[in-house]
């Protein structure tokens, strides 16, 4: 089991909230399950822990880091495909039940037993409690919508996940963190919300390739529904047999 720590004297409505929505999403395999709560009175500030189920093999951003080898990320494209979709079988239970992850990345993506699971829901409110910032913590730049950029104060949306996953569409074929070699986070919102993106890895199907482009668009009325992409995945699978990235 996981554990994630929080304050019990300070338990506020917005916690409440997110334990709603855990219990409500529950029922998933491609969710981190949510067991249940405990405290600890040893320890100081009453604190209190989030039980979770056990990734045993651990998140999506150090399982593509251990596949590069003297310096050459490799994945088969069956592999690929079946990790993206489990992706998207997870989005579309959070969103039918009218969840917005918000700060969904490769670390907040993890694997038990070969299962794909979306967790890190600390950050996830109901639609019209998405209000954020360009300075609110734990926002990673890298894969967060350019709206947040743009606008002063921004409502997150279903088409703000589509975004994240678009980069982490790439992420799949890179194998390495988006923008690895930028300067700072200032310089880097201001890049992408001017349309910055990474470069597509020599490769990989121009048919992928077109989708988490569509993906993430700066504009969210262009980006494709999540049915969309499932089914242009689905598409995809005899596209290719297996993705390299020379890694510099």
């Known amino acids: 089991m996981m554990l994630e720590k929080g304050e019990m004297q300070n338990f506020d409505y917005f916690e409440f909230v997110d334990l709603k929505q855990r219990i409500t999403v529950n029922n998933h395999e491609n969710i981190t399950k949510f067991l249940g709560i405990t405290a600890d009175s040893e320890i100081p500030g009453n604190e209190y822990m989030i039980v979770l189920q056990f990734a045993n093999g651990g998140n999506l951003k150090d399982y593509l880091r251990s596949k590069?080898?003297?310096d050459t990320f490799t994945i088969l494209w069956t592999e690929l495909i079946q990790i993206a979709e489990q992706i998207i079988f997870g989005l579309q239970h959070l969103h039918a039940n009218k969840i917005v992850h918000r700060n969904l990345h490769p670390k907040n993506i993890l694997?038990?037993?070969?299962?794909?699971?979306?967790?890190?829901?600390?950050?996830?409110?109901?639609?019209?409690?998405?209000?954020?910032?360009?300075?609110?913590e734990g926002i990673t730049y890298e894969y967060s919508d350019p709206q947040i950029f743009i606008q002063t104060r921004f409502i997150s949306n279903t088409k703000s996940d589509i975004y994240s996953l678009g980069v982490i569409l790439w992420e799949l074929t890179s194998g390495i963190r988006p923008f690895s070699k930028a300067l700072n986070k200032l310089a880097l919102a201001h890049h992408i919300s001017k349309g910055k993106r990474e470069q597509t890895i020599p490769g990989t199907p121009s048919s992928y390739a077109k989708l988490y482009k569509k993906c993430w668009s700066t504009k969210p009325k262009k980006r494709p529904e999540l049915e969309e992409i499932l089914h242009q995945l689905q598409q995809s699978k005899e596209a290719a047999k297996m993705i390299k990235n020379h890694i510099s």
């Open 111 to 136: 694997i038990n037993d070969d299962k794909i699971m979306i967790s890190g829901f600390g950050s996830a409110w109901k639609f019209d409690d998405s209000l954020i910032s360009l300075f609110e």
């Open 68 to 70: 590069t080898h003297e």
